[in-house]
T-cell receptor
């Protein structure tokens, strides 16, 4: 039981390049989330998927797109990377209901030069 | 929307002493307040949470208190140990937000032997 996995762990991009961050969970959770973490700003929600087939914008969605490929997988795409997108990205999942706990992956550290 | 402020940003304590982190929130509709611990190089992990119908909750050396009238909640760690060194995040969530957490900026706790 791996929980939430993310690939890659590290990535360096040049401005204008594109890439997709992958996230998968094996806990059969319905909801999945993408956050970015920047120094002094905590974690900010980029996009979320309340259930398979639905996605919605969070607090900082500009410059990103997401795909809920199936119940297990939720990917985050940067179409044209910018230095402002240098950050650590975390994926999380949760089973909706009375328990609000979110389970986080280990993160992807992205640098855009 | 919800806004969560967290203080202090860094906290240095002697092993065996207590540590207290305080958070305030703005949305009176928020009713779930989790605390996450993030160790170096890892994703955040839930350590304790409290709901709005409870004033205090304890789990061994950690406790959380909630004052709904003043809209603030606090994390208390007693008898601190070196393994308590980490970044701690508070968060708040209204019930109808599809589990979207609004995080504080985080507190770096350093426990010195």
């Amino acid at each position: 039981n791996a929980g939430v996995t993310q690939t890659p762990k590290f990535q360096v991009l040049k401005t204008g390049q594109s890439m997709t961050l992958q996230c998968a969970q094996d806990m059969n959770h319905n909801s999945m989330y993408w956050y970015r973490q920047d120094p002094g700003m905590g974690l900010r929600l980029i996009y979320y998927s309340a259930s398979e087939g639905t996605t919605d914008k969070g607090e900082v969605p500009n410059g990103y797109n997401v795909s809920r490929l199936n119940k297990r997988e939720f990917s985050l795409r940067l179409e044209s990377a910018a230095p402002s997108q240098t950050s650590v990205y975390f994926c999380a999942s949760r089973q909706p209901g009375f328990n609000y706990e979110q389970y986080f992956g280990p993160g992807t550290r992205l640098t855009v030069t | 929307g919800e806004n969560v402020e967290q203080h202090p940003s860094t906290l240095s304590v002697q092993e065996g002493d207590s540590a207290v982190i305080k958070c305030t929130y703005s949305d009176s509709a928020s009713n779930y307040f989790p605390w996450y611990k993030q160790e170096l190089g890892k994703g955040p992990q839930l350590i304790i949470d409290i709901r709005s119908n409870v004033g205090e909750k304890k789990d061994q050396r950690i406790a959380v208190t909630l004052n709904k009238t003043a809209k603030h909640f606090s994390l208390h760690i007693t008898e601190t140990q070196p393994e308590d060194s980490a970044v701690y995040f508070c968060a708040a969530i209204p019930t109808d937000s599809w589990g979207k957490l609004q995080f504080g900026a985080g507190t770096q706790v350093v426990v010195t032997p």
